[in-house]
């Protein structure tokens, strides 16, 4: 049974960081490209982030260029995903994901699991 767990989301202020992570479970880790989406209240969700199979390529939703970087550890079975100078705008909860594929990453549709999500609170 494949399982992904997201951690790592709470309340900060404006400005600040915070870093998420995901372990996986039940799947080849390094064989999956991960990635990040984000579902605020009231809107659909929304690609953030995603990193190849290898680490080779990540993109990033131009809302969180050069903010937000997101790596991975292989032998860990752990994506993570660094968050700086936060904005009340990337309030959601933040969904971990995995796809069997290292292109289309920016669709929901390229991916195979999820996890339950974490919160992550901008107070401004």
């Known amino acids: 049974q494949v399982q992904l767990v997201e951690s790592g989301g709470g309340l900060v202020q404006t400005g600040g960081s915070l870093r998420l992570s995901c372990t996986a479970s039940?799947?080849?880790?390094?064989?999956?490209?991960m990635g990040w989406f984000r579902q605020a209240p009231g809107k659909e969700r929304e690609f953030v982030s995603a990193i190849t199979r290898t680490s080779g390529s990540t993109s990033y939703a131009d809302s969180v260029k050069g903010r937000f970087t997101i790596t991975r550890d292989n032998a860990k079975n752990t994506v993570y995903l660094q968050m700086n100078t936060l904005k009340p705008e990337d309030t959601a909860v933040y969904y971990c994901?995995?796809?069997?594929?290292?292109?289309?990453?920016?669709?929901?549709?390229?991916?195979?699991?999820w996890g339950q999500g974490t919160q992550v609170t901008v107070s401004s």
């Open positions: 039940g799947l080849t880790f390094s064989s999956y490209s």
């Open positions: 994901t995995a796809a069997p594929i290292g292109y289309g990453l920016r669709f929901s549709s390229s991916y195979n699991y």
